[in-house]
């Protein structure tokens, strides 16, 4: 049985909320570039040219090889220490893992809720029919692949220009987070970095990664500065621990 912390006056008890808003940094360690940064992916491409609205339709075919690269290498991809440890959270815990990240490493791991606010490599979509979505695995997208409707199938990814669909859910758990961690992210990209704006001032907020982002003065900031594979398994640790002399 999980050992629950009682913070309301029910039998039923209450289970602390962990909110966990993973970027790049994170997986980059399991090996999968990262897009920014020394060898980050846009030294390579350009935005404008493989991950946008305009470059699908000015040049599907090279969008579709950037993207089948991508997938091809996350499914080599392994989780690190740092999924690992977060799967720990659940038997305490509440645990949400809002992602920037497109790769399932996260899944692979363990965790059991999961919100990808960029899309995921695994899937394709309907060009024409977004809510056609099929899981393909590792396996590329070509030109003349349809969905059963006939449209060209892309990446389900959420390309710049695009609107976010999972943003909204994301706001409402961070605005309901006990404890809210951020890791591996420069809290650069909106509307992902903003979401530290719905968490409450008083809830608990840890910020990992090597180089720690600047943030205005939010009230309860916890820096914590290194490697998300060698930091989150220690904070996941004392999180865990905190609850055992709770109980």
């Given at each position: 049985?999980?050992?629950?912390?009682?913070?309301?006056?029910?039998?039923?008890?209450?289970?602390?909320?962990?909110?966990?808003?993973?970027?790049?940094?994170?997986?980059?360690?399991?090996?999968?570039?990262?897009?920014?940064?020394?060898?980050?992916?846009?030294?390579?491409?350009?935005?404008?040219?493989?991950?946008?609205?305009?470059?699908?339709?000015?040049?599907?075919?090279?969008?579709?090889?950037?993207?089948?690269?991508?997938?091809?290498?996350?499914?080599?991809?392994?989780?690190?220490?740092?999924?690992?440890?977060?799967?720990?959270?659940?038997?305490?815990?509440?645990?949400?893992?809002?992602?920037?990240?497109?790769?399932?490493?996260?899944?692979?791991?363990?965790?059991?809720?999961?919100?990808?606010?960029?899309?995921?490599?695994?899937?394709?979509?309907?060009?024409?029919?977004?809510?056609?979505?099929?899981?393909?695995?590792?396996?590329?997208?070509?030109?003349?692949d349809v969905c059963s409707k006939g449209s060209q199938l892309r990446p389900n990814i959420v390309w710049f220009g695009e609107e976010v669909p999972a943003i909204s859910r994301a706001a409402?758990?961070?605005?309901?987070?006990?404890?809210?961690?951020?890791?591996?992210?420069?809290?650069?990209?909106?509307?992902?970095?903003?979401?530290?704006?719905?968490?409450?001032?008083?809830?608990?907020?840890?910020?990992?990664?090597?180089?720690?982002?600047?943030?205005?003065?939010?009230?309860?900031?916890?820096?914590?500065?290194?490697?998300?594979?060698?930091?989150?398994?220690?904070?996941?640790?004392?999180?865990?621990?905190?609850?055992?002399?709770?109980?």
């Amino acid at each position: 049985m999980p050992c629950i912390i009682c913070t309301t006056t029910t039998n039923l008890g209450y289970m602390k909320r962990i909110v966990i808003l993973t970027g790049a940094g994170i997986s980059a360690e399991s090996g999968i570039a990262t897009f920014r940064g020394s060898g980050g992916l846009w030294n390579n491409y350009r935005i404008e040219d493989v991950a946008s609205p305009n470059a699908w339709r000015r040049n599907p075919r090279l969008v579709l090889a950037f993207y089948n690269q991508r997938r091809a290498d996350a499914a080599k991809a392994q989780p690190n220490a740092a999924h690992k440890a977060l799967c720990e959270l659940e038997t305490h815990y509440q645990v949400h893992v809002i992602t920037q990240n497109v790769d399932d490493l996260h899944e692979r791991a363990g965790t059991t809720d999961v919100w990808h606010l960029h899309g995921k490599l695994r899937e394709a979509r309907s060009s024409d029919y977004p809510n056609l979505i099929y899981d393909i695995g590792a396996k590329p997208i070509n030109l003349g692949d349809v969905c059963s409707k006939g449209s060209q199938l892309r990446p389900n990814i959420v390309w710049f220009g695009e609107e976010v669909p999972a943003i909204s859910r994301a706001a409402s758990l961070s605005a309901a987070a006990d404890i809210f961690v951020v890791i591996g992210t420069s809290m650069q990209v909106y509307p992902a970095a903003s979401l530290i704006n719905y968490v409450p001032i008083t809830t608990p907020k840890y910020i990992i990664d090597p180089h720690i982002p600047n943030l205005p003065a939010f009230r309860n900031i916890h820096a914590m500065q290194g490697k998300a594979s060698v930091i989150v398994p220690q904070l996941v640790q004392q999180l865990l621990d905190a609850v055992q002399k709770k109980s």
